[in-house]
């Protein structure tokens, strides 16, 4: 029997935490649910799911429909895009069968990569190792969520370069839906045609649209995170910010707009796993708080204030107590109010 290898390779960066992360991991779910009612795709199709930050790990190797349970997917700092993409081609020569005069190898693998950001890393090496010896032997369907991705980039890789336009749960399910149904057309197409070219389902009532990658595209940062530590538990956790931009307000001066970042939610990330996806050193950007709408508790432990930033350019929690110190570099003092200039923290990767 041949193979349908499926990959999922997904970006696990912090913008994705909260609602984008837990919708990608409902949609896994459902995908396998879907497909193990689907004859053709029980037959062929064989999953494996990748995820990436600043470093890439395989979450689950090639495995058969019916053995396969989605995992749960980490958060990382960083989008090393470049990383991934060699991260996949190494695991593309370890686990497809080659066809040889005795055996008829895999069908052409189809990888789904899930982006929402601007690769951190230098990804042009790995491009030109992945359009040299990977792109013709594969399907590679390149899905940008939300508009903070340069889709002309990921033209470079694949012909096959769409955008989720909008990130709610119904967007989110009914592209899931559109990914099943692309795998299950794919998955007759091999087994009565014997062609595996993918064969991408329609979009029509989806928030999906296909991009033209010759065009430039315009990239808004649409999220600020920052990474927390909490003083009680030292556990680790993420803010999230999403940006707005709003009329200034005053008179004479409309059409002018202003920026702020408004809180999305606190969430807290397993320490070892968020060191083990995400990229070492610091990113040198910062945002003034100043510039931050709405103070988030502390999701570790319940502490009032969950974003207090240490003269160390790191955050943390602080509850009632006065006297406190900092679990970042162990400065301790009593607090007093951060001035109204506000004060520059660290922004995560992104
Ligand atoms: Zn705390
Ligand atoms: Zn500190």
């Known amino acids: 029997m041949r193979r349908l290898p499926i990959y999922f390779l997904i970006d696990a960066s912090e913008s994705m935490i909260g609602e984008p992360i837990e919708q990608v991991q409902n949609g896994m779910r459902t995908i396998i649910q879907d497909l193990r009612v689907d004859p053709y795709a ?17 979450l689950s190797p090639l495995t058969e429909l019916y ?29 497809i069968q ?31 190792r992945w359009n040299s010896k990977y792109k013709r032997s594969c399907n590679l369907v390149a899905i940008s969520i939300g508009d903070n991705v340069n889709t002309q980039m990921l033209g470079q890789i ?10 709610d749960a119904e967007s989110f399910s009914k592209f899931f839906k559109w990914v099943t149904a692309s795998i299950k057309t794919t998955s007759v197409s091999v087994t009565d045609c014997g062609t595996d070219d993918i064969q991408l389902a329609p979009t029509t009532g989806i928030n999906l649209e296909k991009v033209d990658t010759t065009k430039a595209c315009k990239i808004d ?5 920052l990474l927390g530590k ?15 931009i709003k009329p200034l307000g005053i008179e004479g001066l409309e059409g002018f707009n202003c920026m702020d970042f408004k809180l999305v939610g606190a969430y807290p990330v397993d320490n070892e796993s968020y060191k083990a996806l995400s990229q070492e050193g610091s990113t040198n950007r910062n945002i003034n708080t100043a510039e931050l709408v709405g103070v988030p ?36 003092g009593e607090l007093s109010a951060i001035g109204a200039g506000g004060a520059d923290v660290n922004r995560s990767r992104g």
């Open 42 to 58: 029980l037959e062929t199709v064989f999953v494996s799911v990748i995820a990436f930050a600043g470093k890439a790990q395989n």
């Open 67 to 95: 053995k396969f349970y989605p995992p749960t997917l980490p958060i990382g700092g960083g989008t090393s895009l470049g990383t991934a993409m060699n991260y996949l081609m190494d695991d593309l020569d370890k686990s």
């Open 98 to 128: 080659k066809t040889t005069t005795e055996v008829k190898g895999d069908w052409k693998p189809i990888i789904f990569l899930f982006t929402d950001g601007t690769p951190t890393d230098d990804y042009k090496a790995a491009f030109d």
């Open 158 to 167: 694949s012909d096959n370069v769409l955008r989720l336009k909008d990130t």
């Open 221 to 225: 940062e649409n999220f600020a995170v």
């Open 230 to 244: 909490c003083q009680t538990t030292g556990k680790n956790y993420l803010i999230k910010y999403a940006k707005r």
């Open 297 to 332: 508790t502390c999701p570790c432990c319940g502490n009032q204030l969950g974003l207090v930033v240490c003269e160390c350019g790191n955050v943390f929690c602080v509850g009632e107590e006065s006297h406190n110190k900092c679990p970042w570099c162990g400065l301790e």
